[in-house]
Every structure is written in structure tokens, then in C-alpha cells.
């Protein structure tokens, strides 16, 4: 990477810093630093610009509508950065394509917009770190945060939810992996996360069994 990109991404992850550094939801920089990791690995294996990645993943929560409350704003404030360090309107455009459609939201309704190769790079990072041990912990973390309840049995998932319903309509912690995590690993696009999201869709599978017979008593006692 030119040490010009190298130092446009460093004034972005400082932007981000200054939006989300206050983090308590699980979308915080800890969050962002695994996504970007990932990308940079799965680009090591797919002919994307990486510069155009990585921008899209420190910035991606940034506009997130469930995280402010003026996404037309943010978007706006992303341009500026954009701008005023230096990147032209292809890349600022491609950047912005990417973070305004990448999100799950984006497949409710009936809606899936094709992101290019950088855009489904970006998104296979966010949602491998949604799933597996972290995805458990952030759904939970999440939840508590959006003051949901870990589990009701008598509240069944809602498998055809609107966006509507997935942004405003409470639910459970343990609902959220059959309404959106278990069918992650589906969506991916790129086969170095298909091999990475399998092993994690396991994991919570074998959690969720736990889960359940912890809550019903049912668990075989350790020997």
C-alpha cells in the first residue's frame, strides 16, 4: 500500500475514533480493528483494492441507522473526510456504495443490492465477526445493551421480518441467531469466509443446544 493511502487510513481510523471510541453497543473500535484485520487477510486472497476495503471497514458503522440518529448526516460527514483528505470521487463514491448497502437490513423486504468485489469483502468481515464465539458474545452484550431479554420461550423468532420489525420491534438475544445469525453464513460471498463462517455457524449451533438444555434442566450431569 502507498504511504499516501497509509496515511489517509490513519486520519479515517481517527475520524471513526471520534464517532464510535464511546462505543457500548459492540460496534466499538474493538469491533472494527477484527473486521479490518479480516479484510486485509481475505484481499490476500481476492483481486480487490484493499485501499478501498479497508476504508469501507473503519468506516462502515459510521452511518449505521441503528446506531445514529441521522444516517444523512453521518454520510454527509464521511464525504467531507473524504474529501479533505484527499481522495478523488471514484473512490469516494466507491466507498459510499459500499457502506450504504452493505448492511443486513439491506437483504429484509426483499431487497439485495449487488456490492462489487471490495463491498462483498467488507461485508464477509463484518458479518464473520457477528458470528461464532465473538457473534454469541456481541449479540448478547447487544441485547443487554438494547434492554432485551435473554430468552422467552412463548416469544417465537420472527423468520420474515420486515425492516421495520428488525430495527424497531423488540426481541430476544437467543431469537436474534434464527432471525439474522445462523443465516449469515449462507450470505457470504467470498470462499475464504465461507471456509471461516462454517466453523463459526458450529459453534453457535452447538451453543444454542447448550443453551436450551441448560434452560430446561436437561443437561447430562459432568462425570
Known sequence: MKAEQTRQLSQIKQFVFEQE?????????????????????????EPADQFIALSAGWLHDVIDDKLTHNPQEQQDKVVALLRKIGMNDTQIEAIMVIITNMSFSKTLDGKQYRLSLEGQIVQDADRLDAIGALGIARAFYYSGHAGEKIYDPQKKPRLNMTKEQ?????????????????????????TAAKKIGAKRQQVMQDFLTEFK??????TESVR
Not at 453497543?25 to 480493528?33: A, F, N, T
Request: glycine residues 8%; hydrophobic residues 25%; contains cysteine.
Open 166 to 190: 428488525y430495527r424497531h420491534e423488540p426481541g430476544t438475544a437467543i431469537n436474534h441467531f434464527y432471525e439474522k445469525l445462523l443465516l449469515l453464513t449462507d450470505q457470504l460471498n467470498t
Open 21 to 45: 471510541g464511546q462505543d457500548k453497543s459492540g460496534h466499538g473500535m474493538d469491533h472494527l480493528q477484527r473486521v479490518t484485520n479480516m479484510i486485509s487477510q481475505i484481499c490476500k486472497q
Open 213 to 218: 438444555n441448560e434452560w430446561n434442566g436437561t
